[in-house]
């Protein structure tokens, strides 16, 4: 990836104020809505040249297997056992033996991703087999095109997990703008490329883009990296003791994840088989749903997990606590206002972004029906992002593992056993159930594990929450309806007007509730927002 210096390097870039916590959450806040958006404006371009259609679900269905291999190798290692592991040698300025721990890793990692896409090449079929059932008209092309995609989208896998170890190593430097900028510049590279390429090769444009975009956002990552004199080194010293440290923490992490999968491949399987274009409807209404935890709730929890470890590594956990404490807090208090209200507008918001081109209002009325049962879910999947690193930054990887495999069998089984009465909201509620679930065991086990962190505290802000809420939702329901009979909803702007209207109402509402209720969060809200306006 680069050389080794061996020789006396440049002073590392000094560290700025503006790396607090508040400011890196404000940061991967617009980072994250620009790329959140962009991934909206790449569906939306899929849907309108395609629709909700068997072409759509093979383009989902192809992500499945090669998102398998980054998940295994890099999506739960890097929070769950590098970032504590590498930052603690920057916390304790032993970062050559953080650069030869590093580097063993991002190896592993590329020789692995390597031969697993090998053997997923050989078996492309009957991988897709496993994980689909498609029953309807066009099954066998949907098949057939699955496995020509999937075999593109392998190439995106090894690019994607050294990029997210990449990512990991900045992340505990403080650096959250070039990772967040990484992933605006993949769904750039995916819409540019998919709508020049769909014309003439169709939907294989769009995998083609992925693959693109995925290497264009590893070469940022690689540069950032050569900025903050990382200094790579071609070794695989399996006996580092931060290598030992790292599997210690992160083998534990691959039988929780390898349930995550089987979850996945039920989900996927169950359905597929509800009918064309379900799938890619269900992928749709999810990543909806998922919009104010990729933009708030992860945002939150990846700025305040280095400072939480670096607290811990220090041993103080009574600032740890509070940190954890403040994230917790911050997430209930945006995530239960986004459920409410994405409820109350999945209609309009549905309609808004996706009916134009080759969709129609029937799939429209899938998308929204579909999202009403994901809403539910927000909040628990939102307090996911702390209480799972609220276990990593001390170092305990195995209980968080655990409670996942017991709320994956349960989802698994409540998907299994409302599929059938409930169809596709069926899977769309037993996903939402799993997720608060996982939300309350997550916390009484981590109480257990470092004692009390505010638990009247946090009892207290989520009831002022849904109080105010409730109040929020019923404004914008009725703004809403009373809009959809004034204005004409055929035409796109105005259907964004409505959706528009909506939101601004729902906010000036909960903001004057949590005001009138003095929530201390609005204070803290109003607090940024002045020193924001007087800079």
């Known amino acids: ?66 998102d398998l291999i980054y998940f295994a190798l890099v999506g739960g290692g890097l929070s769950s056992a ?39 090449m050989v ?21 057939a095109l699955t496995i020509l995609l999937t075999r593109i989208m392998f190439a995106q896998s090894f690019f994607m997990c050294l990029a997210g170890i990449s990512q990991g190593i900045l ?10 900028l990484g992933a605006v510049v993949y769904n750039i590279a995916i819409i540019v490329i998919g709508l020049l390429l769909a014309q003439k090769i169709g939907i294989m444009g769009f995998t083609i883009g992925v693959v693109a975009g995925a290497a264009l956002n590893l070469l940022m990552q690689i540069r950032a990296m050569r900025q903050y004199r990382f200094s790579y080194r071609l070794t695989l010293n399996l006996h580092h003791p931060g290598v030992k440290k790292f599997f210690l923490l992160f083998m534990p ?3 929780g994840l390898s349930m995550n999968e089987i979850n996945l491949v039920v989900s996927q399987y169950l359905a597929s088989s509800l009918g064309e274009g379900v799938m890619y409807a269900l992928k749709q209404a999810q ?61 309009p918001v549905v309609r808004a972004m996706y009916q134009q081109g080759a969709v129609t209002y029937a799939q429209v009325e899938l998308v929204s029906a579909i999202l009403v049962f994901y809403c539910i879910g927000i909040v628990g999947y939102g307090a996911q992002q702390i209480l799972n690193r609220g276990f990593y930054a001390v170092q305990d990887t195995k209980s968080p593992v655990l409670i996942n495999i017991f709320v994956l069998l349960f989802n698994i089984v409540l998907s299994i056993a409302l599929v059938e009465p409930l169809e596709y909201r069926g899977l769309a509620l037993a996903y939402s159930l799993t997720g608060l679930l996982s939300m309350a065991v997550l916390g009484i086990f981590l109480r257990r594990k470092i004692g009390p962190y505010g638990g009247s505290v946090l009892v207290k802000s989520a009831l ?13 329901y009725y703004t ?18 409505q959706v528009a209207a909506g939101i601004g109402v729902g906010v000036v509402v909960y903001a004057v509730m949590a005001i009138v209720m003095r929530m201390e969060e609005a204070r803290m809200v109003l607090g940024v927002v002045k020193r924001k306006l007087r800079r």
């Not at 870039?13 to 959450?25: C, E, F």
């Not at 050559?96 to 990692?109: F, K, P, Q, R």
């Open 1 to 66: 990836m680069y050389q080794a210096k061996h020789e006396a390097r440049p002073q590392k870039p000094q560290k700025k104020k503006s790396t607090s916590v508040l400011y890196a959450a404000g940061m991967l806040t617009i980072m994250m809505t620009i790329s959140r958006v962009l991934g909206f404006v790449r569906d939306i371009s899929v849907s309108g040249m395609f629709g909700i259609s068997w072409q759509a679900d093979a383009y989902t269905a192809a992500f499945i297997v090669p």
């Open 82 to 120: 590098f970032i504590p592991v590498f930052s603690s040698y920057l916390a304790t300025e032993k970062e050559e033996d953080g650069y030869v721990m590093a580097s063993t890793i991002l190896n592993i990692v590329a020789i692995v991703s390597m031969v697993l896409i090998a053997i997923g």
């Open 123 to 143: 078996f492309t079929p009957q991988m897709v087999d496993l994980l689909t059932d498609f029953r309807h008209e066009e099954a066998e092309q949907t098949t």
């Open 171 to 180: 992340q505990c430097y403080k650096e959250f703008t070039i990772p967040a």
């Open 253 to 255: 992490v691959v039988l």
């Open 287 to 347: 990543r909806i749903m998922m919009l104010p935890v990729g933009i708030f709730a992860a945002a939150i929890g990846l700025s305040v997990f280095p400072t939480m470890t670096g607290h811990v590594a220090r041993g103080e956990m009574e600032a740890y606590k509070q940190n954890l404490t403040m994230g917790l807090r911050t997430i209930i208090f945006i995530t239960l206002p986004a459920s409410v209200g994405l409820m109350a507008l999945s209609h």
């Open 464 to 476: 002022q929450s849904v109080v105010a809420s409730a109040v929020m939702g019923v404004a914008v």
């Open 480 to 497: 809403a309806a009373g809009l959809e009979q004034v204005l004409d909803v055929t035409n796109k702007l105005m259907q964004v007007a």
